[in-house]
């Protein structure tokens, strides 16, 4: 079992940056792909970044490529995503996610979840 437990929401202006962490405990954490997810209201939940196990892959949706970073610190059980040039549309309730395949792009393909963290981006 793990669990995942995200941090660094909140409100910013757009242009503006915010760094997401996502703590994972549990077993053996540094074997699992990591995900990032988001969910608008009355939108469904979106793929935003992975990363692979080993940190060696990183993977994006075009609509956040080149502005956030996902990255992860294995000996300390961290993911994080770092976000630049924010938008209004990139508010949501972002999600952290662990899966047990070497990378994952598909919600399906996550195992556990965290309760997510709100960033808003005002305009």
């Known amino acids: 079992q793990v669990q995942v437990v995200e941090f660094g929401g909140g409100l910013v202006q757009a242009g503006g940056s915010l760094r997401l962490s996502c703590a994972a405990s549990?077993?053996?954490?540094?074997?699992?792909?990591m995900g990032w997810f988001r969910q608008a209201p009355g939108l469904e939940r979106e793929f935003v970044a992975a990363i692979s196990w080993s940190g060696g892959s990183t993977y994006y949706a075009d609509s956040v490529k080149g502005r956030f970073t996902i990255s992860r610190d294995n000996a300390k059980n961290t993911v994080y995503l770092q976000m630049n040039s924010l938008k209004p549309e990139d508010t949501a309730v972002y999600y952290c996610a662990a899966s047990e395949a070497v990378v994952a792009l598909a919600p399906e393909q996550y195992d556990y979840w965290g309760q997510g963290t709100q960033v808003t981006v005002s305009s």
């Open positions: 549990g077993r053996t954490s540094s074997s699992y792909a």
